[in-house]
């Protein structure tokens, strides 16, 4: 079962039909108890839409949510980022992070920041080295618990947080920094560790890169990330949170205007996005 934010308000898929959720705001139902038992319950009351179509309709999943991140948590993503910042002494920083016991988290977006499936996202006028990081994204409610699992576009300038790890917020955060959809998956179970992480970059109409990871690669629990991120925090309307990524394009990549993302994780479906035009 998946949820989407529309043009036409929320909209449930469930068993290849979609459902629309009249009179319901996006918070209160992202923070309901029970929600997956409550969105079937709902189901069998409503009528399906007929002709809809996700492709001219669908937003980012997001209302009043914050949107943060975990660095450092695949073997690849330490190898990347050791390298990208050895020049700034760097390399053991990141070194340390991956092994340590607490997790680096990071704020990444307001929601006035997120782009939604084909919409699109930016790369900084300042950097020179910017990429993609395709990763799962837990959707947490306000208690701290995950209700589902969506796709995230961590865009990042390499070349800003290799040159001193403390540029790390303007290497993440600004407008059109996030990609996040197309929709939610409700689900209380992480997805399998066979899970493929696909990202696919078009540019004028030829592959420019294509690399895949697995969910196995993930070195933290979900639950544990979750954890973490709640200590001492609190998230009202709850938040989105970004569990890292496994793939990083070649040091001589980086995305130009009018590249186009295509980021894959099944069941949940596949994230496009669009680098716009400095």
Not at 96 to 105: F, K, S, W
Not at 108 to 136: C, F, M, Y
Request: proline fraction near 6%; hydrophobic fraction near 35%; glycine fraction near 10%.
């Amino acid at each position: 079962m998946k949820l989407f934010r529309t043009k036409q308000g929320i909209v449930i898929e469930d068993g290849n039909l979609y459902y629309p959720l009249p009179e319901t705001g996006w918070d209160d139902l992202f923070n309901r108890p029970s929600l997956e038992g409550s969105l079937t319950s709902m189901t069998r009351r409503l009528e399906p839409i007929t002709g809809f179509s996700l492709v001219d309709e669908v937003l980012a999943p997001i209302g009043e949510q914050e949107v943060w991140a975990a660095g450092v948590t695949y073997y690849r993503s330490r190898e990347a980022r050791i390298e990208e910042s050895r020049d700034a002494g760097g390399g053991d920083f990141y070194d340390r992070v991956y092994a340590a016991a607490r997790p680096e988290l990071f704020f990444k977006a307001t929601p006035h920041r997120v782009s939604g499936a084909g919409q699109d996202v930016r790369i900084r006028r300042d950097a020179a080295w910017n990429v993609p990081e395709p990763e799962l994204a837990l959707a947490v409610n306000s208690s701290g618990r995950i209700i589902g699992f969506t796709i995230g576009n961590d865009m990042s300038s390499r070349d800003i947080e290799g040159e001193n790890p403390l540029y790390l917020p303007q290497a993440k955060v600004y407008d059109g920094c996030c990609g996040l959809g197309p929709g939610v998956l409700i689900s209380s179970l992480m997805p399998a560790e066979d899970t493929e992480i696909r990202l696919e970059i078009e540019r004028d109409g030829a592959v420019a890169f294509l690399g895949s990871t697995y969910l196995r690669e993930l070195k933290r629990r979900p639950e544990e990330l979750v954890e973490y991120l709640f200590r001492d925090n609190s998230f009202p309307r709850g938040c989105f949170l970004l569990t890292g990524t496994g793939i990083v394009p070649p040091d001589e990549f980086t995305l130009m205007a009018n590249d186009e993302i295509r980021i894959t994780i099944d069941p949940i479906g596949t994230l496009v996005n669009r680098v716009a035009a400095l």
